[in-house]
């Protein structure tokens, strides 16, 4: 069994900056990509960011030159550094882990609040 564990959300104002973790735990030999998520209300989930294992990157264009993912393979976590903030990140942020023969396995979720 994995657990994926979120931490760092909050509430911040606009132009502030914020960082997620997300660490892994269980029964994990190694984990090829992980991603981060988001989820406005009445909005559905959609890809903010995911990283490979060897380190390539994919961003939303609405996060793109503001937001950084990345990880220690060591660790197993991954990161999301937030820059600039805007109001309309305001969501509750996943993570996600895709584990060879387990399948994609999500986080619980943590709110960010930016305020205008």
């Known amino acids: 069994q994995v657990q994926l564990v979120e931490s760092g959300g909050g509430l911040v104002q606009a132009g502030g900056s914020l960082r997620l973790s997300c660490a892994a735990s269980?029964?994990?030999?190694?984990?090829?990509?992980m991603g981060w998520y988001r989820q406005a209300p009445v909005k559905q989930r959609e890809l903010v960011a995911a990283i490979t294992s060897g380190g390539s990157t994919n961003y939303a264009d609405s996060v793109k030159g503001r937001f950084t993912i990345s990880r220690d393979n060591a660790k197993n976590t991954v990161y999301l550094q937030m820059n600039s903030l805007k109001p309309e990140d305001t969501a509750v942020y996943y993570c996600?882990?895709?584990?060879?023969?387990?399948?994609?396995?999500w986080g619980q979720g943590t709110q960010v609040t930016v305020s205008s």
């Open positions: 269980g029964s994990i030999f190694s984990i090829n990509a």
């Open positions: 996600n882990a895709d584990l060879p023969y387990l399948g994609v396995n």
